[in-house]
């Protein structure tokens, strides 16, 4: 079992930052791809960033490239999600997500969840 913890969510005007941290805990973090989402009302979960076990391969959705950038720790157990340049469509809960999905845009690919972590941004 993985255990994921999502913080740093919160309200931020169009143009802030925000950096998310996605804390884990169980089995070897070191193996696990991992991976930040987003939902937001009345769509579907959208695949944000994912990074490979050793940090050396990133993958985004076009929209947020060159905004957002996600990093990994694994001497802390830890999967962060740095936010620059934020607008109001950024706006949804993220959760990050665990696992060895293959496609890694694919959210049921994924074998862990955190709770999400609310990201609100005002225009």
């Known amino acids: 079992q993985v255990q994921l913890v999502e913080s740093g969510g919160g309200l931020v005007q169009a143009g802030g930052s925000l950096r998310l941290s996605c804390a884990t805990s169980g089995r070897t973090f070191r193996s696990e791809y991992m991976g930040w989402f987003r939902q937001a009302p009345g769509k579907d979960r959208e695949f944000v960033a994912g990074i490979s076990w050793s940090g050396g391969s990133t993958k985004y959705v076009d929209s947020v490239k060159g905004r957002f950038t996600i990093s990994r720790d694994n001497a802390k157990n830890t999967v962060h999600l740095q936010m620059n340049g934020l607008k109001p469509e950024d706006t949804a809960v993220y959760y990050c997500?665990?696992?060895?999905?293959?496609?890694?845009?694919?959210?049921?690919?994924?074998?862990?969840w955190g709770q999400g972590t609310q990201v609100t941004v005002s225009s």
């Open positions: 997500a665990a696992g060895d999905p293959g496609l890694e845009y694919i959210w049921d690919l994924y074998d862990f």
